[in-house]
């Protein structure tokens, strides 16, 4: 039953925004931590984003102060908003939702930053 979908993909130009999100039908929802990973064409998968169980948040260094994780516990949805894109932020983005005993994982949703 456990299913994870990423959304809000798409393509937009430098400078431009997109927020994706992470549906999760998963029981206690609330009780996993959230993480956003991207993959570029060729590249190893990198952590992106993550927030606690209690809403606290992390960022990888290249996008700090450009992207906010959030999470909606009554929706069972987490969030990447994302401004200032830039083109070496293209990449599929996928959500990771953990728990020290099991972990699951999104298909991804393509985000493509070009002229």
């Known amino acids: 039953q456990v299913q994870l979908v990423e959304s809000g993909g798409g393509l937009v130009q430098p400078g431009g925004s997109l927020r994706l999100s992470c549906a999760a039908s998963l029981n206690m929802f609330s009780l996993y931590a959230i993480r956003w990973y991207r993959q570029a064409p060729g590249k190893q998968r990198e952590l992106v984003a993550a927030i606690t169980t209690t809403g606290i948040t992390n960022y990888e260094d290249s996008v700090k102060g450009r992207f906010t994780i959030s999470r909606d516990n009554t929706k069972n949805t987490a969030y990447l908003q994302m401004i200032s894109l830039k083109p070496e932020d293209t990449a599929v983005y996928f959500c990771?939702?953990?728990?020290?005993?099991?972990?699951?994982w999104g298909q991804g949703t393509q985000v493509t930053v070009s002229s």
């Open positions: 990771n939702a953990y728990h020290p005993s099991r972990g699951y």
